[in-house]
């Protein structure tokens, strides 16, 4: 005999809120759609099936699934449900309660790539180094991969696999998290497989620029002034110049990177030196973008950045330097549903700015504001209108 099924209202597109005695489900755009659920499946396999038929990216979101449980007939709780045994307790509510269906609303929260992102902006980093040191351009790619141990004069026989046996799928995995240095500049020079699978584009999808990107660029720092940063920035926009020997402008140099990810970029953080035409590059052919850093102070590419908000649909983190609060947020509450943080150092927050991000982004979780002039009341309502709010940065702010 055939397992009977259960039917399940499914809500999405909105947020759980508990009631006295009720639990509601509220949001500007619910959609609703029912699914029958058998007795006996899991919840690896209940999270595939709303997966499937709600058509959520699982990549981009992880999914909360609340059961509105009935305690009695007169009331009702928020049940979570994570597991096998979550599943089946909901499964039989029907003939427990004697209702005809269950209701469970969904809600989503961006996936874990928000913590490694918001690790990414906030720490300078050029990631593993892969191959060579630099000196010889990784010209050597048959010794590394067939190296062997001496002793005395006898080759010691390696009995492990070789770096150019990788399998392809696991390299992809790991160059994509070098860094953008070594992609560029020593694992294409390992062998002809990491050649290859530098190639492609999911190794593409955190494009992390160096600030800048050549080393002129940094001639304005004296020696005596030199830290490890403008040491390492200096040192990778060097091996630039002589591998590219320097025939590159910064927008050709951005849109060459930007090409390899194949519209797959999700991580951009711009150099320093920036120009209107790279940006609008990145605007026009990183459709699938979630973070975006752009920390410049060019008013030109302040300028435009409102413009091409509605083209990031997935912007969930964006850090800019200098802006205007009535110009961008607007753009962000109209069309990124998911945004969560802001870094906004260095700005003036004054006159009814502060109202107005709390009325824009009320569901903010991270706001970085240091260095900034900001008055204590601005504070105040930020902290009391955004409260989701789980980090505010205002260090070494002066206050007006």
Wanted: glycine letters at 6%; a negative charge.
């Amino acid at each position: 005999m055939a397992s009977a099924g259960v039917a399940v209202i499914c809500y999405w597109n909105g947020r759980v809120k508990k009631e006295q005695n009720n639990v509601v489900y509220e949001g500007a755009k619910v959609n609703v759609l029912p699914i029958k659920v058998f007795h006996g499946t899991t919840y690896a396999g209940l999270l595939d099936k709303i997966y499937a038929t709600m058509a959520i990216d699982r990549r981009n979101f992880e999914l909360n699934i609340i059961c509105r449980y009935p305690i009695s007939s007169q009331e009702y709780k928020p049940i979570p449900i994570k597991n096998d045994e979550g599943v089946e307790l909901m499964l039989e509510v029907p003939s427990r309660s004697g209702v005809y269906c269950i209701e469970i609303y969904l809600e989503e929260e961006p996936a874990p790539l928000k913590a490694e992102a918001i690790a990414l902006l906030t720490r300078e980093t050029n990631g593993v180094e892969v191959g060579d040191d630099g000196n010889n351009n990784g010209a050597a790619s048959s010794e590394l991969s067939n190296y062997s141990p001496k002793i005395g004069n006898k080759k010691l026989k390696m009995e492990g696999r070789k770096w150019d046996g990788l399998n392809e799928d696991i390299l992809v995995n790991v160059l994509g998290r070098v860094g953008m240095e070594s992609l560029l500049l020593d694992a294409p020079f390992v062998c002809k497989s990491w050649y290859k699978a530098s190639r492609e584009p999911q190794c593409w999808e955190n494009l992390i620029f160096p600030r800048y990107i050549k080393p002129n660029d940094l001639d304005y720092i004296s020696e005596d002034n030199e830290g490890e940063d403008e040491i390492s920035e200096k040192g990778y926009a060097e091996r630039l110049a002589r591998k590219y020997q320097g025939n590159w402008s910064v927008t050709a140099f951005v849109k060459f990177i930007v090409n390899r990810s194949c519209g797959n970029a999700k991580i951009i953080k711009l150099p320093t030196c920036c120009t209107v035409k790279a940006l609008e590059y990145v605007a026009n052919e990183c459709p699938r973008l979630k973070v975006l850093d752009v920390s410049s102070y060019n008013p030109s590419i302040n300028a435009i950045i409102p413009k091409y908000i509605c083209k990031w649909k997935n912007l969930d983190i964006l850090r800019v330097g200098r802006f205007y609060v009535d110009e961008i947020l607007p753009h962000i509450r109209l069309h990124c549903n998911n945004f969560i943080c802001l870094s906004a150092a260095y700005n003036y927050f004054q006159g009814d700015d502060a109202a107005f991000l709390v009325a824009s982004l009320p569901e903010l979780k991270y706001l970085d504001l240091h260095g900034g002039f900001i008055e204590k009341e601005d504070v105040v309502k930020i902290l009391k209108g955004c409260k989701q709010l789980v980090h505010l940065d205002i260090r070494e702010c002066g206050f007006l």
